[in-house]
């Protein structure tokens, strides 16, 4: 794979993962004194889904840097109306760009994508896949909130489809964390993920159960359970409570537990929880903008 | 030549790929994309005794060498097999199947949501693990039945 080309998480070696949180903590510093970092660079948004926090942070990061934006809009007045396929898309708009970030719902889309195109490359997601800038983000927030080794780390929600969990369990495999899966037997890890996990001799801790582990984590990373997964809402709406967390679940936790969420959220973590010093997703959503800073800075020097 | 392997009869030039684990030739059949319809004349034997496995499948193929591809496809579901290509009723080379490293373009990805089963200019690619083989594109793992994987024409 492409050094300029970021496409999952497992590309990513305990020092890339420091360089880039490293240049991160610079460009968060002051994200106001970089605006000549990048001047004239153009990234090129490729969004075909829907995203409020990946789109608006990417489009942040480049104009921080002294850059701009190219964006082709909603699919639905795109050329992928008129069934252009999305190589050519992602041939054509990189003539455009010095850069690509691109969204999909299909697996495997980003790899595809880096097979066709010379500049760098950014996965903004691939369906159920990988969404390996959001893991940036989330090991940003991790390490100023609890470090990122002798770590334990709860895992919860909808392991089977969400691809930020996938993203950041593999990259967690690189320092000395504890990681426990918790999830509804139907949504567990996938098997794909479990072996990789493996491979990198991590140890697949599953449950069901949020309290059997809650008093012993530093960090609670908690996904949305995803309604439209379910064929039978009954089986939804019997299990959806049990994966949220309110000020009583949390009495069981240690005092600095810190609660992520990659959001959006709908009901997993109750609103009360958001002015306690548990809350930690928006600052999570904040450290996109740094993270994607260093990580289009690096790509784009080495582009150069 | 033994009594059992006359069962079916030599074939003057072609393909013949002895020592198919018993009950997979039907499989073979579909890597090989032989139907009936393209006018080979194919010969199968199943579960034929075999002092080596008990029993097994052989399958004759007039006319054909196979390709590499079909060949790497083939060590995936009857690792055991041999494949004998045949010219002027003898058999001229004598191939021991090894798994490749990866198969391209001849297994379909059984994930629905995977991008080569989009409307896209790309082959399927599968790395071949210990026990069975990965998409390339979304990781999905296939350890069963990989026949039934075959990509259609």
Do not use: W
Request: hydrophobic residues 35%; contains cysteine.
């Amino acid at each position: 794979m492409r050094d300029d080309q970021l496409l999952t998480a497992k590309q990513l070696s305990r020092e890339d993962i420091e360089d880039i949180l490293d240049r991160a903590a610079e460009f968060d510093a002051d994200p106001a004194a970089f605006g000549d970092r990048r001047e004239d660079a153009i990234l090129g948004l490729c969004f075909f889904e829907p995203s409020t926090r990946t789109k608006m942070s990417f489009e942040t990061a480049i104009k921080r840097l002294g850059g701009d934006t190219v964006d082709m809009g909603p699919v639905d007045s795109s050329s992928v109306k008129k069934g252009e396929s999305l190589a050519d898309t992602a041939r054509v708009v990189e003539g455009y760009a010095d850069a690509l970030v691109l969204r999909h719902p299909s697996q495997g889309a980003a790899k595809m994508v880096g097979e066709f195109v010379d500049v760098p490359l950014l996965n903004a997601g691939d369906g159920a896949g990988h969404h390996p800038t959001q893991t940036l983000l989330d090991l940003y927030t991790i390490r100023e909130n609890a470090g990122l080794d002798d770590l334990t780390i709860g895992i919860m929600g909808d392991l089977k489809y969400g691809r930020t969990v996938h993203s950041l369990a593999h990259a967690l495999t690189n320092f000395d964390a504890d990681q426990h899966f918790v999830s509804p037997e139907s949504l567990k890890l996938p098997r794909s993920v479990r072996y990789d996990l493996h491979e990198e001799g991590a140890m697949v801790r599953e449950h069901t159960e949020l309290d059997d582990i809650l008093p012993s984590l530093d960090v609670l990373y908690v996904t949305r359970i995803q309604r439209e997964r379910f064929p039978d809402e009954n089986e939804y709406q019997e299990i959806a409570g049990e994966y949220g967390i309110d000020l009583e679940t949390l009495e069981a936790a240690k005092d600095d537990l810190t609660v992520m969420h990659p959001l959006p959220r709908v009901d997993e973590i109750a609103p009360e929880v958001d002015d306690t010093d548990y809350a930690t997703y928006f600052e999570q959503a904040h450290n996109g903008v740094p993270v994607r800073m260093a990580l289009l800075d690096q790509l784009l020097e080495e582009d150069e | 030549m033994s009594d059992h392997q006359l069962r079916v009869s030599k074939i003057p030039r072609g393909t013949v790929i002895d020592h198919i684990r018993a009950g997979q030739a039907l499989n073979v059949l579909a890597i090989l994309g032989i139907d009936g319809e393209s006018g080979e004349t194919v010969s199968v034997g199943m579960n034929i005794p075999s002092d080596r496995m008990g029993h097994k499948d052989i399958v004759k193929v007039e006319d054909r060498e196979l390709s590499q591809d079909e060949v790497d496809v083939l060590s995936l579901i009857a690792p055991e097999a041999t494949i004998n290509i045949i010219r002027e009723y003898e058999v001229a080379e004598k191939q021991y199947l090894e798994r490749p490293k990866r198969v391209v373009g001849i297994l379909s990805c059984p994930n629905h949501n995977c991008i080569t089963n989009e409307n896209e200019p790309v082959e399927t690619k599968f790395d071949v693990l210990d026990d069975g083989v990965r998409c390339e594109y979304c990781g999905t793992i296939v350890r069963d039945d990989l026949a039934a994987h075959i990509a259609a024409e």
